[in-house]
T-cell receptor, first 115, second 111 residues
């Protein structure tokens, strides 16, 4: 497809398990963002890549969160030793560069539930 | 951090009515964006604004970049059932590349 895709769409994890969330951005989009969205809230920034370089990870809530984009295309957000407070929708967005970096196209999200 | 305040939090309108919602900030934003999110989906970009005072339309949607750079408005004319959803304003804070989002306006269109 032409849009941003994410997998899995839903993930249920037991507390303490590790999870990996995948994002396939729009082809040609150099910028990739991860956001976390709690119920009833707007998305909140986690981390940003330009190509394969992670330029900003200031939004990652703890060192249990790790993101990578090794070839500048697909990205993976990994959460180690999941906690109940990690339950949220994780959104991936991609965009071009320059002024168009702000015109971010979002995927459908992965809904993570930690039991 | 930067906060964007959206109002109203929720709206119930009759099909065919016009809708107006706004977004304010205590700090200047140089870019404003409006997104719509349907249940179980990611936000979809509606309109991007780059210049103070700019008025931009996308079909029945019109958005304005406030002259003070601290607010933005979104209007929807002749609402239809598929307009139902949550509308978010967003913008980059300072020199950041990531977007700061408001808390959203939930729109319900009654038949």
């Amino acid at each position: 497809g032409a849009g941003v895709s994410q997998s899995p769409r839903y993930k249920v994890a037991k507390r303490g398990q590790d999870v990996a969330l995948r994002c396939d951005p729009i082809s040609g989009h150099v910028s990739l963002f991860w956001y976390q969205q709690a119920l009833g809230q707007g998305p909140e920034f986690l981390t940003y890549f330009q190509n394969e370089a992670q330029l900003d990870k200031s939004g990652l809530p703890s060192d249990r969160f790790f993101a990578e984009r090794p070839e500048g295309s697909v990205s993976t957000l990994k959460i180690q030793r999941t906690q109940q407070e990690d339950s949220a929708v994780y959104l991936c967005a991609s965009s071009l560069s320059g002024r168009a970096i702000y015109e971010q196209f979002f995927g459908p999200g992965t809904r993570l539930t930690v039991l | 951090g930067q906060q964007l305040n959206q109002s109203p939090q929720s709206m119930f309108i009759q099909e065919g009515e016009d809708v107006s919602m706004n977004c304010t900030s205590s700090s200047i934003f140089n870019t404003w964006l409006w997104y719509k999110q349907d249940p179980g989906e990611g936000p979809v970009l509606l309109i991007a604004l780059y210049k103070a005072g700019e008025l931009t339309s996308n079909g029945r949607l019109t958005a304005q970049f406030g002259i003070t750079r601290k607010d933005s408005f979104l209007n929807i004319s002749a609402s239809i059932p598929s307009d139902v959803g949550i509308y978010f304003c967003a913008g980059p804070s300072g020199s950041a590349r990531q977007l700061t989002f408001g808390s959203g306006t939930q729109l319900t269109v009654l038949p």
